[in-house]
């Protein structure tokens, strides 16, 4: 299995996940490795610096301005390394609003894992940007990849009330 992730440096939810995920499959025999756009061992939890992985190192953000946009193409990056390698399944640790970019070409079968999915309401000037980039209609038709891992109830509920189906 191949999990993707941006930067699972900073001691969150997410790295617990990565981490009991990669020990139970361990355990059942199964090969896990981490690809990422960034780490800091002197930041992370002992297990995922120990833990097999491949960083991909690429521009997070402009100012914080367009996180969004370079989240996006990191993700990709990391994914397009990942799928290299032949996994069995690629599991998306962020992007799933944009699953549609990040697995183009992608011939891995891939899962998104949603913490949480926060709807936000964007600006005259954010909408303008997201109309220019693209993101807009690549979250639209990215709702319709399945499956999707969700953390909670609450999680699954704000996912359907913006794809019912």
């Known amino acids: 299995m191949a999990y993707v992730y941006i930067a699972?440096?900073?001691?969150?939810?997410?790295?617990?996940?990565?981490i009991?995920?990669?020990?139970?499959?361990?355990?059942?025999?199964?090969?896990?490795?981490?690809?990422?756009?960034?780490?800091?061992p002197s930041n992370a939890f002992r297990e995922l610096v120990q833990m097999d992985k491949v960083v991909v190192p690429h521009r997070l953000d402009l100012f914080g301005r367009f996180r969004m946009y370079y989240s996006m193409k990191a993700i990709r990056a990391a994914t397009l390394k990942a799928n290299e390698w032949k996994p069995d399944i690629i599991l998306l640790g962020a992007g799933f609003l944009?699953?549609?970019?990040?697995?183009?070409?992608?011939?891995?079968?891939?899962?998104?894992?949603?913490?949480?999915?926060?709807?936000?309401?964007?600006g005259p000037v954010n909408r303008?940007?997201?109309w220019l980039t693209r993101?807009?209609?690549?979250?639209?038709?990215?709702?319709?990849?399945?499956?999707?891992?969700?953390?909670s109830e609450f999680t699954k509920r704000m996912i359907l009330r913006l794809e019912p189906n």
């Open 128 to 130: 303008i940007y997201r």
């Open 20 to 40: 009991e995920t990669e020990k139970r499959l361990r355990l059942l025999g199964c090969q896990v490795k981490l690809f990422c756009n960034r780490f800091d």
């Open 135 to 151: 993101l807009e209609s690549i979250e639209r038709e990215s709702l319709k990849y399945k499956p999707i891992i969700c953390n």
């Open 8 to 18: 699972p440096d900073i001691r969150g939810g997410v790295e617990r996940f990565i």
């Open 98 to 122: 944009w699953t549609k970019y990040i697995l183009k070409g992608v011939d891995a079968p891939a899962v998104s894992r949603v913490h949480v999915p926060v709807p936000i309401k964007h």
